[in-house]
C-alpha cells in the first residue's frame, strides 16, 4: 500500500512490525508506515475486494 | 575498493534494483520470459523471483529485488535487497528508474556507484516521460555517470536489446567517484582511515553507512575488524555525534547537490513548458508567506464550512433534528412506555441517559455525521499530498515550541484520535519532543468527533468561534514555548522529501473514508452504550448525582449552570461523549453566547479520556502522565476562569 504522508510503498508484513496502541475494541485497524510511523487506515474485506478488481480491471 | 565484479561460477548473476513501480518486474519478464521461480529468500519471508535468460551464448541468473528508496534499510524488504546486492556475486547490478521522477531516484544510483557494484542505469518510463514534453539525453546522462545508461519504455519492450547489450558488456570499469563537500569528505575520511578488514562493499559507502548508524553494518565490521573494531567503532561514534542534528540532512543534501549538476544540461523541458498547476501550487503550500494564508483557506473551506456548518449544521439537524427528536425518539418510547412495565428498564433503553435516547443517537445522529463529513475533508487533504507540505510549513514554528516538522504526524493523527497519536510519538527522536507533544495533544488537540461537534455549536452563535480559535491556538503556542525552556534536551533537524501533489483521486478519497467512518462507528458504538449504560447506573444509585454535586462549584467558578457538569463528566469518558452532552445542553437553552464559548474552550482544553490518559501512562510513564494530567486540568479551568471574566468584562459575545 502507499502511504498518504509520505508516499512511499510498504507491505502489509512490514506495517505489522510496528506495535499496535491496543487500546481499540476490535483491534489495531492501522497500517503504520515503516518509514514515516503514519497510521493509514486498514482498508476493510469487502472494500479491499472492491480496489482488487478495480486495479484488475485497469 | 573491493569491485564485485568477481568470476562467477556458472551462471553470471544479474540484479535488478529500484523503488516500487518502475518497472523492474516488467523488465525481469522481458529478460527471463515464463519460466521464473518464486521463493522466499533463505532465513526471511520476502519473496524473491529468480529467472535465466541467455544472452549471446551465455547464460544469466536474473533476480529481481523487492522495492527499495536506499541502501540504508528501514523494512525487511529493504533489507534483503540489500543482503542481495552485497551476497550475491553479481555481474551486474541494473538500477530501474521512472523517467518522470529522475530527479528523485537518481540519489540511489549515486550509493550503488559508491557502494562500487557494477551499475547499469535504466532510465525507464520514458515514453510516458516523452509524452509530457521531458528529453533526456541518455548519451550525456551515461557520460556524466561513468556507468552504462539505457533509456527505455519496458512495457513497449524500447531498450530491451540496449538492456542486453549493456548486461553483455558489463566488465571491470573502474567506477567513478562524486565529490561531496569537504567537510563531509572529511567526515568519511576519518572513518575510511581505520578501516583495515577486507569487504565488498567500496569503503567510502561502508563508512557513510557506520555514520547513519546501520547496526548490520556495524556487525559485519565488527566481525571484520577485530581488535581494531573498537577504533573504527570509536572515529564514527564521534563523527556522527558531532553532526547529530543534521548528519543525514548533510548526506541528502550533497546527493541531491550531484544529481542536480548532473542533470543540469542532461534533462530539458520544453521551453513554452510551463510550470504544472500542481508543481506551482506546491511550492506556495511550504512557503511561509503563501503556505499560512493557503493553510487558512483550507481550514475554512474543508473544516469550519463542510464540517461545521454542512456536517454539524445540516446534517446532524437532518439526523438529530428531524429523524431522531420527530420520529425515531417518541416512536421508542412510546413503545416501551407501553409494553415494559418496569421503571428501571424503561430508564435503561429511553430514559435521560438510556441506551437509544443517548447512547445510540449520540453515535449514529451526531457523531457520525460529523465525523464522515470530517474523514472526507482529511481523505481529500492526505490524497492530494497536503500534509507533508504542512509539516515543512510549521517546521519553522514548531521550532520555537522545541519540536520540528515530523511533530505533525501525530499532531494530525490526534484529529483523527488522541489516542492513538500519543503512542505515535514514540517515533519523535528525542524524549523532550516525545514528552512535548504528549502534553499538546493532551491539552489543545481536539478529536475530529469533539472538534466537528465544537465547531457546529459555536458557528451559530457569531464570534464565538474565533474566540475559541484564537484561545486554542494561543495555549498551544504559550504552553508549547514554555514548555520548551523548561524542558531540557536537543532540538534535531527535520528533512523529508515530499511525493509528489496532485489531484484527489475519487476512488482513494472514498475507500479511505468509507474505512475510517466503518473504524470509527464500530469503535465508538458500543462504547456510547456502554457509556450510556454507566450513565444510568450512576442515575440510579444517585452516584452521578453525588459526582454532579461535587463538579458544581467548579462550574459556578466558570459561570456555567450545574447542569454542564454531566458534560464535563461525559467527556473523561470520550471527548466525543463530552462535547455531545453540550451541544444537548445549548439545544435545551441553558447557555449564553459566554457560557457556551467558556464551556466549549475549558473542555477541549480539559483533560484527555480515559484511554488517552492510560496511553499517556503507558508512553510516560505513572510520572510524567499524572503531571501532565495535573498540569493540564489546573490550565483548563483556570482558562475558563480567565475568559468568563474576560469575556464579562469586555462585554465580547454578550
Known amino acids: ?58 | 575498493m573491493a569491485s564485485q565484479n568477481k568470476a562467477p561460477k556458472g551462471d553470471r548473476k544479474v540484479i535488478l534494483v529500484g523503488n516500487p513501480n518502475v518497472g523492474k518486474s516488467v523488465l525481469f519478464n522481458a529478460l527471463t520470459g515464463a519460466y521464473t521461480v518464486v521463493s522466499n529468500y533463505p532465513g526471511t519471508s520476502v519473496a524473491v523471483a529468480r529467472g535465466h535468460c541467455e544472452i549471446n551464448g551465455q547464460r544469466y541468473e536474473i533476480l529481481d529485488t523487492p522495492g527499495m528508496y536506499s541502501l540504508l534499510p528501514i523494512t525487511e524488504e529493504e533489507r534483503v535487497a540489500r543482503e542481495m546486492l552485497l551476497l550475491e556475486d553479481a555481474h551486474a547490478v541494473i538500477h530501474v528508474l521512472d523517467a518522470r521522477n529522475i530527479e528523485r531516484m537518481l540519489p540511489m544510483t549515486l550509493q550503488l556507484i559508491e557502494a562500487g557494484l557494477p551499475v547499469i542505469l535504466l532510465v525507464n518510463i520514458l515514453d510516458e516521460a516523452e509524452r509530457s514534453g521531458m528529453s533526456i539525453d541518455i548519451p550525456l546522462l551515461q557520460e556524466k555517470l561513468g556507468i552504462p545508461v539505457v533509456g527505455g519504455a519496458m512495457r513497449s519492450k524500447r531498450g530491451l536489446k540496449e538492456v542486453r547489450q549493456a548486461i553483455a558488456e558489463c566488465g571491470d570499469d573502474d567506477l567513478p567517484s562524486f565529490g561531496y563537500s569537504s567537510d563531509l569528505e572529511k567526515d568519511i575520511a576519518k572513518v575510511t582511515d581505520t578501516l583495515t578488514g577486507d569487504y565488498r562493499l567500496d569503503l567510502r559507502a561502508l563508512a557513510l553507512l557506520l555514520l547513519q548508524k546501520d547496526d548490520e553494518i556495524l556487525a559485519l565490521v565488527s566481525d571484520r575488524e577485530g581488535d581494531n573494531f573498537e577504533q573504527v567503532q570509536q572515529a564514527a561514534a564521534e563523527t556522527a555525534f558531532e553532526h547529530r542534528f543534521d548528519l543525514h540532512l548533510r548526506i541528502s543534501l550533497e546527493r541531491k547537490r550531484v544529481c542536480k549538476g548532473l542533470l543540469a544540461e542532461t534533462v530539458r523541458q520544453p521551453e513554452n513548458r510551463r510550470l504544472r498547476f500542481a508543481d506551482r501550487l506546491s511550492a506556495w503550500t511550504t512557503n511561509p508567506w503563501t503556505g499560512f494564508p493557503l493553510l487558512i483557506l483550507v481550514l475554512y473551506f474543508g473544516i469550519y464550512q463542510f464540517v461545521g456548518k454542512f456536517g454539524a449544521g445540516v446534517l446532524v439537524n437532518l439526523c438529530e433534528g428531524s429523524l431522531f427528536e420527530n420520529f425515531l425518539n417518541p416512536l421508542a418510547i412510546s413503545l416501551i412506555d407501553r409494553f415494559v412495565p418496569w421503571y428501571w428498564l424503561r430508564e435503561l433503553v429511553v430514559g435521560e441517559y438510556g441506551i437509544f435516547t443517548l447512547g445510540v443517537r449520540y453515535a449514529v445522529a451526531l457523531v457520525l455525521p460529523i465525523v464522515g463529513t470530517f474523514f472526507l475533508t482529511f481523505s481529500v487533504i492526505e490524497d492530494v499530498g497536503y500534509f507533508p507540505r504542512l509539516a515543512m510549513l510549521v517546521d519553522r514554528v514548531f521550532k520555537k515550541i522545541g519540536l520540528n516538522g515530523r511533530a505533525v504526524i501525530p499532531m494530525v493523527l490526534g484529529f483523527g484520535c488522541d489516542t492513538m497519536a500519543t503512542m505515535v510519538t514514540r517515533t519523535l527522536e528525542t524524549v523532550r519532543e516525545r514528552v512535548l507533544v504528549t502534553l499538546l495533544l493532551a491539552l489543545a488537540i481536539p478529536c475530529s468527533a469533539q472538534l466537528g461537534v465544537i465547531l457546529g455549536l459555536l458557528s451559530g452563535v457569531p464570534g464565538a468561534l474565533l474566540v475559541w480559535t484564537v484561545c486554542i491556538v494561543l495555549i498551544f503556542l504559550l504552553v508549547g514555548f514554555l514548555s520548551a525552556q523548561v524542558l531540557p534536551g536537543e532540538r534535531p533537524m527535520f528533512y523529508m522529501e515530499l511525493p509528489p501533489m496532485r489531484l484527489p483521486q475519487f476512488h482513494n478519497v472514498l475507500v479511505k473514508t468509507m474505512t475510517r467512518m466503518q473504524w470509527y462507528f464500530l469503535e465508538i458504538f458500543p462504547l456510547f452504550i456502554i457509556a450510556s449504560v454507566l450513565l444510568w447506573a450512576g442515575k440510579m444509585t444517585g452516584a452521578l448525582e453525588w459526582l454532579v454535586r461535587g463538579m458544581t462549584p467548579v462550574m459556578g467558578m466558570l459561570g456555567l449552570p450545574e447542569e454542564a457538569s454531566a458534560a464535563f463528566i461525559f467527556g473523561f469518558f470520550r471527548r466525543d461523549f463530552g462535547a455531545a452532552g453540550l451541544y444537548d445542553l445549548q439545544e435545551a437553552g441553558l447557555l449564553t453566547p459566554v457560557q457556551l464559548t467558556v464551556a466549549a474552550v475549558t473542555m477541549t482544553l480539559f483533560v484527555p479520556c480515559i484511554a488517552q490518559f492510560l496511553m499517556m501512562k503507558k508512553e510516560r510513564g505513572w510520572k510524567v502522565s499524572l503531571g501532565i494530567f495535573l498540569f493540564v486540568t489546573v490550565l483548563a479551568f483556570s482558562v475558563g476562569w480567565s475568559l468568563n471574566i474576560f469575556l464579562l468584562f469586555t462585554g465580547i459575545l454578550s
Open chain 1, 1 to 58: 500500500m502507499k502511504c498518504g504522508f509520505c508516499g512511499r510503498h510498504f507491505t502489509p508484513a512490514e506495517a505489522a512490525e510496528k506495535e499496535p496502541c491496543g487500546r481499540c475494541l476490535r483491534g489495531c485497524q492501522k497500517s503504520y508506515c515503516p518509514y514515516c510511523s503514519y497510521g493509514n487506515p486498514m482498508i476493510p474485506g469487502f472494500l479491499d475486494r472492491w480496489v482488487k478488481n478495480k486495479d484488475k480491471k485497469e
